[in-house]
C-alpha cells in the first residue's frame, strides 16, 4: 500500500502539478491583463476604513484572513527546503510563482465573493464550497470538497504546526513534546 501511495503521490506532486499551478497562474494573469499592477491599490483600499462597506469582516478583516488562510507552516519549511535543496536560485522562482499566483487568488477570491450567500441570521458563507455548487452547478463537487476538507484538516494545519513547535521547543529547550502538547 506505501508503494502504491508512493507511486501516485510521486506523480501527482511531480511535473503534472508544477505545470498545472503554471499554467493556472500564467493563464489567469494575462486573462485578467495583469492583475498583479494593481496590487498597491489593493493594498491601500484594504487598509483604508470605509464605514459604508456591506459585510461581516472589513477592509483590512478580510486582508488579515486571507494571509492567515494562505501563509503557514508550509510556507516557512517549504521555503526553507527549497532553499537547502535547490539553493540561492530557488528563490527565484518562489518569487516569479508568487507573483503570477496573485492572479490565482484574486480569481479564487473575486469567486468566492460573487458566490457567497446571506444565511437566514444576515451572516456571510462563502468558499470554494459555494463556488463549486453555485457557479458550477455540482452539489456533489461541494460535498466531497467539504468532507475532504474536514478530513484533511486532522493531518494538515493546526496539527502539523503543533507538531513542528513542539519538535522545536524538545530540541531547543530539552521539554518532553508531551509537555508542550499539554500546556
Not at 459604508?52 to 477592509?59: A, K, L, P, Q
Not at 508568487?98 to 446571506?118: C, D, N, P, Q, W
Not at 444565511?119 to 463549486?132: C, E, L, Q, S
Request: proline letters at 2%; aromatic letters at 10%; one cysteine or more.
Amino acid at each position: 500500500m506505501e508503494k502504491i501511495l508512493g507511486s501516485i503521490s510521486d506523480v501527482v506532486w511531480g511535473w503534472p502539478l508544477i505545470i498545472l499551478l503554471c499554467g493556472t497562474h500564467l493563464f489567469l494573469t494575462f486573462r485578467l491583463k495583469w492583475i498583479q499592477g494593481y496590487l498597491g491599490k489593493a493594498i491601500r483600499l484594504s487598509l483604508k476604513k470605509d464605514g459604508d462597506g456591506r459585510g461581516d469582516v472589513g477592509h483590512f478583516g478580510a486582508l488579515t484572513t486571507a494571509l492567515a488562510a494562505t501563509i503557514g507552516t508550509g510556507n516557512i519549511v517549504g521555503v526553507s527546503t527549497a532553499i537547502a535543496l535547490g539553493g540561492p536560485g530557488a528563490v527565484l522562482w518562489m518569487w516569479l510563482t508568487g507573483v503570477f499566483g496573485i492572479a490565482t487568488k484574486y480569481a479564487e477570491a473575486v469567486l468566492s465573493i460573487k458566490y457567497r450567500i446571506k444565511t437566514h441570521r444576515g451572516h456571510f458563507a462563502g468558499g470554494p464550497m459555494y463556488v463549486m455548487q453555485l457557479g458550477l452547478k455540482s452539489k456533489w463537487m461541494a460535498i466531497g470538497f467539504a468532507v475532504f476538507t474536514s478530513i484533511a484538516a486532522f493531518g494538515i494545519g493546526n496539527t502539523v504546526q503543533a507538531n513542528s513547535i513542539a519538535s522545536l521547543v524538545q530540541e531547543t529547550f530539552h521539554v518532553s513534546p508531551w509537555i508542550s502538547a499539554l500546556s
